[in-house]
């Protein structure tokens, strides 16, 4: 049918457009995408700098307290048999009750677990949110591209109506329907020429690049290829999904915390070691004249206040029964999420099917009909207008129905935490 068309200005403002999209710039995949995006991007590097900081708290929790250094002098000499006392140094370490240490140290280490997967969900996050935006793009480009195609054809159906009405054939009322139509779809066209400018900012800001960083745009959204099962899915979220290990390192580490706040019952200790400069006596010789003692001492806290290690117990045990209802709760949601985008996929699959294998070929089928009966003067502007319509309403779908598929197998991959495609772009 586009036999007829000749090459519409549109054109050229369409490679204008490709060109202002990604002139020049290189054709990047989407896993070079993403490696750029995991090096570069702010929230990842946030992350990384927060699990760099929790990995750094569990090489200080297993530690002994600092020792404690004592200096003392005495303003009015202790005078003593063996001679006056003028001062005296003392070194004490305290050291905590046995195991306590260990428990410090082991909830410190969940913590920087916690932050391990926090990173990772972070980079899950971002990795599906910059898989949306270059699906998108791609999508973006297959639309405009549908949308000019259709700018073609009105612009033809415009010239074959101005001639019918000068041979009085048509009325000026049809010439201005088919003219309606065609602003309304170059509003269209310019819609998404202005929507690919906003998915390049939106992929330049996830890679930390500059927003206004060129970027050559796909032809067209991504089309996947995905048979896991559902079991196979809940089972690697199971596995996998980093909320979930993070509700489950959250346990143990308030598990630790209750241990440790079981043997706050027991006393800590000091261990003290402590010597007095002595002078040597003014009067005789004793034996002992100007010998420094050396005293060693031991000191043990004494765990007296019940009611406050009770309430601490209570405390832990509380924060325990929370941490494992948090983590019912997180396996709950994500088992409903998984089943939300399983049936997202699946309707977008049906969409697919019902777009490319029936009503697009159809609708071109009407469309070849409709229009040589417009030329033979035997089909109504009206009939024109309505199936030129369907057909730009039907291709964007039945696109739009791929990008969809794809967007939901990247947030799939971000509840279950696993690549599920080999993505082919």
Same mark, same amino acid.
């Given at each position: ?15 204008? @457009? ?13 896993? %070079? ?30 530690? =002994? ?26 070194? &004490?370490?305290?050291?905590? @009750? ?8 082991? /909830? ?21 949110? =910059? ?50 139509? +065609?602003?309304? &779809?170059? %509003? &269209? ?76 019952? &027991?006393?800590?200790?000091? +261990?003290? =070691? ?27 806290? =004494? ?7 009770? /309430? ?23 088992? #409903? ?45 009206? #009939? ?10 039907? #291709? ?26 080999? @993505?082919?772009?």
């Amino acid at each position: 049918m586009f036999k007829h068309f000749v090459l519409h200005p549109c054109l050229f403002v369409f490679s204008a @457009w490709l060109a202002f999209a990604g002139g020049g710039a290189h054709a990047a995949s989407l896993g %070079e995408y993403a490696e750029e995006a995991l090096l570069n991007n702010a929230e990842v590097l946030a992350a990384r700098a927060q699990l760099e900081a929790s990995v750094q708290q569990v090489r200080q929790a297993g530690l =002994l307290p600092d020792p404690v250094l004592g200096v003392q002098y005495y303003l009015q000499p202790v005078e003593t048999r063996t001679g006056p006392q003028e001062a005296a140094v003392s070194l &004490t370490q305290p050291i905590p @009750w046995f195991g306590k240490l260990s428990l410090r140290r082991e /909830g410190r280490q969940q913590v920087a677990s916690m932050a391990q997967e926090r990173l990772r969900a972070t980079e899950l996050r971002v990795i599906r949110l =910059l898989k949306e935006s270059y699906i998108n793009y791609g999508f973006n480009a297959k639309a405009a591209q549908v949308a000019l195609e259709n700018l073609e054809l009105l612009k033809y159906l415009e010239s074959v109506a101005h001639t019918r009405y000068a041979g009085g054939k048509l009325s000026y009322a049809n010439v201005l329907q088919i003219q309606i139509r +065609l602003a309304r &779809t170059q %509003e &269209t066209f310019a819609a998404l020429t202005d929507e690919a400018v906003v998915l390049r900012s939106a992929i330049n800001v996830l890679l930390g690049a500059p927003y206004d960083t060129s970027r050559t745009q796909p032809d067209e959204p991504l089309r996947i290829d995905f048979a896991m099962t559902d079991a196979e899915l809940h089972a690697q979220a199971l596995a996998k999904n980093p909320k979930l290990q993070i509700a489950q390192f959250n346990i143990r580490k308030e598990r630790a915390g209750l241990e440790l706040a079981e043997k706050d019952y &027991t006393p800590d200790m000091a +261990l003290s =070691l402590k010597t007095i400069l002595t002078g040597r006596a003014e009067y005789g010789d004793p034996e002992d004249s100007g010998r420094d003692p050396i005293i060693a001492g031991l000191t043990l806290t =004494l765990p007296l206040h019940r009611d406050k290690l009770h /309430g601490a117990v209570a405390e832990k045990q509380a924060a325990i029964r929370a941490a494992r209802m948090d983590y019912k709760n997180q396996y709950r949601r994500l088992n #409903e999420d998984i089943e939300t985008r399983l049936f997202e996929l699946r309707d977008a699959r049906r969409r697919q099917m019902l777009y490319e294998e029936s009503l697009v070929p159809k609708v071109k089928q009407e469309l070849e009909v409709i229009l040589q009966g417009f030329e033979n003067g035997q089909a109504s502007v009206f #009939e024109l207008i309505e199936v030129e319509k369907n057909m730009l309403d039907f #291709e964007i779908a039945g696109y739009r129905a791929v990008a969809d598929q794809a967007i939901v197998v990247a947030r799939l991959e971000e509840l279950v935490g696993v690549s599920l495609v080999s @993505w082919q772009d």
